[in-house]
């Protein structure tokens, strides 16, 4: 398929044709969202996950602190997407930003049709095996500077930098916008244009 325009928000059209793919974790469907801060990948997951009657699966909850993306992806795939693909309960620890460190465990139904799973890391290689189709979501730094510090204002300001670091290193060895099967363009604010859309998934 060829470059989309889908109106005001590609949610629909993306929850369509996740539906349609083979699940891969299991007998569950994973749609990773992936992005930079401040991207519109919450919103535009969160959006899709409503059509598709599905749970969504923060990284946030899953990053060890402002350090802790590595951490993140491996509960992501240890934790998460492996233990659906063996049919297992999932269970990860939370993370707690105010006391700086893991808090309660969160479980998913091994049941469960389809999960998204949004924040930077959730389209990871290491996982990519077991994921059914992922978005990437792209704006630029402007943007997303505007947008992460409007929604997290104090919390993530003195952060912005550090967490950046690790954004650009994860983003330069793992090519997520080249082996997306969708890329959508999140600026400007409210207009969610499909930029790229490749047939079939995973």
Known sequence: MGDSRVGASPAPGIARWAAGLAPRAGD?????????????????????AERLDAPVVQMDDLYDGWDGLAAGI???VA???RP??????????SYDWHRRCYGADRTLDPATATIVVE???????AGAPLLSGLVCVAAPVQVRRRRALARDGDTFAPHWERWARHEDRYFAAEDVAGRA????NG????DG?????TAGGR
């Open 28 to 48: 569950t469907r994973v749609l990773a969202v992936d992005g930079r801060s401040g991207a519109g990948k919450t919103t535009l997951a969160q959006a899709v």
């Open 74 to 76: 491996d509960q992501l």
């Open 79 to 81: 934790r998460i997407l």
């Open 84 to 93: 659906l693909a063996r049919g297992e309960q999932p269970c990860w620890r």
């Open 119 to 125: 924040g930077v890391g959730a389209g990871a290689q």
């Open 181 to 184: 099967d969708i890329l959508v």
């Open 187 to 190: 600026a400007p604010a409210g």
């Open 193 to 197: 244009t499909i930029t790229r859309w």
